[in-house]
C-alpha cells in the first residue's frame, strides 16, 4: 500500500490581516481530501524555522471551531520570516532542506507570501525539478502592497485599502475642526508601487473633498511642484490632507527619506523606508508657517483585523483552497492568480500562473490609473478598488475585544 503523501505550509515575508485565511483555506481542503494526503504541517517561523525542525502538525492541534477562528485572525499563526535561498544550487542548505521533506514525506508544500517568498516556491521548484524529486511546490500570494504580477490583486490588499481609507477619513475629521490652516501629511506603506496610498482616495466623499493630494512612488516627486499643489489647495480650503508613499523619490531616483541619510537594508537587500512623512512635515512649517503634523500609519496598515475586508477574507481562503486542488492535478512551480470577471457586479475566478514569471517582478498603478497632475488617483482605480473592500468581517468578540487564535 503506498503511504499518502503529506502537505507542508508555511507564511513568510509581512503580515497581512487575511495571510491565516489562506492557510486556512489549505488545511479545511487538505482535510476533505484524506484519501489523497496524510498530514498536515505548518513550518514555524518559515522555511528558517522549518530548517531548525521547527513545525507543527495543524491537522491534529486545531480543532473545527479553532480553524474558524484562524480566518479571522490577524498577522501570521505560524510565524514569518525574511530568509532567501541562495541563487547557488550547489549550496549545502538545498540537500539539508530536501532531506528535511522527504524525512516528512511531504508531496505538496505551500509558501503563503508576496514576491520574495514567490522567490523562495521558485527555487525549490526548479531544485526539485532538476534533481528529479517529487514534490510540488506552490506559492500562495499575500501582500498588503498588491504589487505581485499576473494576478488582479492580493489578498491582504484590500483588508488594508479598507483600514487605510477608514482611517484617512477619520483623520479628515478629525483635522476640519478648527479654522486656522493646517496641514496633515499621512505616509502609508509602498516602496516602489503606491497600491495602498492610492486607496486613501476612497476617504472622500465628494469630488475635491480631503485628501486633496495623493502622491505614489510611480511619479516622480519635487518639492517645488509639492509647494505649488499645496498654494493651489488652499485657495479652495483651510484644512489640507495629504497623503504619500513612503517610497515617492525624486527624477534621479531618489527615495526622498533618503535625504536624511538614515535609510537601511534588509536581508534581500531593499531599502527599509521611514519617514518622508516627517521630511514632509517640517518643509511645509518652513515654506509656509502654518501648523503642520504629520502621521505614519506603520504596522497597523496590515494587522488590523477589525477593519479586514470580508471579500478579502473569502478570497484568501478562496487562494488556499485552491491550491490544494492544484496540487491534487500536479501543478508544481506556479503561484495561485485571480482573474476578475467583472467590476459591477464583482466577479472573479482563480488561476495558476508560473512561479518563475512573477518573482522578482512588481506591478505599479497603470499610469492610465494616475491623474495627469501626478497627484491624484482616475476612476478606473476606484471602479478597481472598491469591490476588493466589501463586507464586514462576521469576527467572533469576547468581552468587548476580538478574540483571536494564538498559537500554543
Given at each position: 500500500?503506498?503511504?499518502?503523501?503529506?502537505?507542508?505550509?508555511?507564511?513568510?515575508?509581512?503580515?497581512?490581516?487575511?495571510?491565516?485565511?489562506?492557510?486556512?483555506?489549505?488545511?479545511?481542503?487538505?482535510?476533505?481530501?484524506?484519501?489523497?494526503?496524510?498530514?498536515?504541517?505548518?513550518?514555524?517561523?518559515?522555511?528558517?524555522?522549518?530548517?531548525?525542525?521547527?513545525?507543527?502538525?495543524l491537522?491534529?492541534?486545531?480543532?473545527?471551531?479553532?480553524?474558524?477562528?484562524?480566518?479571522?485572525?490577524?498577522?501570521?499563526?505560524?510565524?514569518?520570516?525574511?530568509?532567501?535561498?541562495?541563487?547557488?544550487?550547489?549550496?549545502?542548505?538545498?540537500v539539508?532542506?530536501?532531506e528535511?521533506?522527504?524525512?516528512?514525506?511531504?508531496?505538496?508544500?505551500?509558501?503563503?507570501?508576496?514576491?520574495?517568498?514567490?522567490?523562495?516556491?521558485?527555487?525549490?521548484?526548479?531544485?526539485?525539478?532538476?534533481?528529479k524529486?517529487?514534490?510540488?511546490?506552490?506559492?500562495?500570494?499575500?501582500?498588503?502592497?498588491?504589487?505581485?504580477?499576473?494576478t488582479?490583486?492580493?489578498?491582504?490588499?484590500?483588508?488594508?485599502?479598507?483600514?487605510?481609507?477608514?482611517?484617512?477619513?477619520?483623520?479628515?475629521?478629525?483635522?476640519?475642526?478648527?479654522?486656522?490652516?493646517?496641514v496633515?501629511?499621512?505616509e502609508?506603506m509602498?516602496?516602489?508601487?503606491?497600491?495602498?496610498?492610492?486607496?486613501?482616495?476612497?476617504?472622500?466623499?465628494?469630488?475635491?473633498?480631503?485628501?486633496?493630494?495623493?502622491?505614489?512612488?510611480?511619479?516622480?516627486?519635487?518639492l517645488?511642484q509639492?509647494?505649488?499643489d499645496?498654494?493651489?489647495?488652499?485657495?479652495?480650503?483651510?484644512?489640507?490632507?495629504?497623503?504619500?508613499?513612503?517610497?515617492?523619490?525624486?527624477?534621479?531616483?531618489?527615495?526622498?527619506?533618503?535625504?536624511?541619510?538614515?535609510s537601511q537594508?534588509?536581508?534581500?537587500?531593499?531599502?527599509?523606508?521611514?519617514?518622508?512623512?516627517?521630511?514632509?512635515e517640517?518643509?511645509v512649517?518652513?515654506?509656509?508657517h502654518?501648523?503642520?503634523?504629520?502621521?505614519?500609519?506603520?504596522?497597523?496598515?496590515?494587522?488590523?483585523?477589525?477593519?479586514?475586508?470580508?471579500?478579502?477574507?473569502?478570497?484568501?481562503m478562496?487562494?488556499?483552497?485552491?491550491?490544494?486542488?492544484?496540487?491534487?492535478?500536479?501543478?508544481?512551480?506556479?503561484?495561485?492568480?485571480?482573474?476578475?470577471?467583472a467590476?459591477?457586479?464583482?466577479?472573479?475566478?482563480?488561476?495558476?500562473?508560473?512561479?518563475?514569471q512573477?518573482?522578482?517582478?512588481e506591478?505599479?498603478?497603470?499610469?492610465?490609473?494616475?491623474?495627469?497632475?501626478?497627484?491624484d488617483?482616475?476612476?478606473?482605480?476606484?471602479r478597481?478598488?472598491?469591490?476588493l473592500?466589501?463586507?464586514?468581517?462576521?469576527?467572533v468578540?469576547?468581552?468587548?475585544?476580538?478574540k483571536y487564535?494564538?498559537?500554543?
Amino acid at each position: 500500500m503506498t503511504t499518502k503523501k503529506n502537505i507542508l505550509i508555511g507564511q513568510s515575508g509581512g503580515p497581512t490581516a487575511v495571510i491565516n485565511a489562506s492557510l486556512c483555506g489549505i488545511v479545511k481542503e487538505g482535510l476533505k481530501h484524506k484519501d489523497c494526503f496524510g498530514e498536515i504541517y505548518g513550518m514555524i517561523n518559515g522555511i528558517e524555522g522549518f530548517l531548525s525542525d521547527h513545525y507543527m502538525n495543524l491537522s491534529q492541534d486545531l480543532s473545527e471551531e479553532e480553524l474558524q477562528l484562524l480566518a479571522y485572525t490577524p498577522a501570521a499563526y505560524l510565524g514569518s520570516c525574511r530568509f532567501k535561498l541562495p541563487e547557488d544550487f550547489t549550496s549545502p542548505i538545498y540537500v539539508t532542506l530536501f532531506e528535511k521533506l522527504q524525512a516528512l514525506n511531504i508531496g505538496v508544500f505551500f509558501y503563503i507570501g508576496g514576491n520574495d517568498s514567490m522567490d523562495t516556491a521558485s527555487k525549490l521548484s526548479r531544485y526539485a525539478a532538476a534533481h528529479k524529486i517529487d514534490i510540488c511546490f506552490l506559492g500562495i500570494p499575500k501582500t498588503i502592497d498588491n504589487d505581485l504580477v499576473l494576478t488582479d490583486h492580493t489578498p491582504g490588499y484590500g483588508s488594508a485599502a479598507k483600514y487605510v481609507a477608514s482611517t484617512v477619513r477619520e483623520i479628515v475629521l478629525d483635522s476640519s475642526v478648527y479654522q486656522q490652516k493646517s496641514v496633515t501629511i499621512i505616509e502609508l506603506m509602498g516602496r516602489h508601487a503606491g497600491w495602498l496610498t492610492a486607496a486613501s482616495v476612497l476617504a472622500r466623499k465628494h469630488a475635491l473633498d480631503n485628501p486633496v493630494l495623493i502622491y505614489l512612488p510611480e511619479v516622480p516627486f519635487s518639492l517645488e511642484q509639492f509647494k505649488r499643489d499645496i498654494e493651489a489647495a488652499f485657495t479652495r480650503q483651510n484644512n489640507l490632507i495629504i497623503c504619500v508613499s513612503e517610497g515617492i523619490q525624486d527624477a534621479k531616483g531618489h527615495f526622498l527619506c533618503e535625504y536624511t541619510n538614515s535609510s537601511q537594508v534588509d536581508n534581500f537587500g531593499h531599502k527599509m523606508l521611514t519617514g518622508c512623512g516627517k521630511i514632509l512635515e517640517n518643509y511645509v512649517k518652513e515654506q509656509f508657517h502654518v501648523k503642520v503634523r504629520s502621521v505614519e500609519l506603520n504596522v497597523c496598515q496590515r494587522c488590523s483585523g477589525m477593519m479586514a475586508s470580508q471579500t478579502d477574507i473569502d478570497e484568501a481562503m478562496l487562494a488556499g483552497s485552491f491550491g490544494v486542488l492544484a496540487a491534487m492535478e500536479g501543478k508544481t512551480g506556479c503561484m495561485i492568480s485571480f482573474e476578475r470577471d467583472a467590476d459591477v457586479p464583482y466577479q472573479m475566478h482563480c488561476s495558476t500562473q508560473d512561479v518563475n514569471q512573477i518573482c522578482n517582478r512588481e506591478k505599479c498603478i497603470p499610469s492610465s490609473w494616475i491623474c495627469e497632475s501626478g497627484n491624484d488617483l482616475t476612476e478606473d482605480f476606484l471602479r478597481y478598488v472598491t469591490p476588493l473592500i466589501q463586507g464586514e468581517a462576521q469576527r467572533v468578540m469576547e468581552n468587548g475585544l476580538p478574540k483571536y487564535l494564538y498559537r500554543k
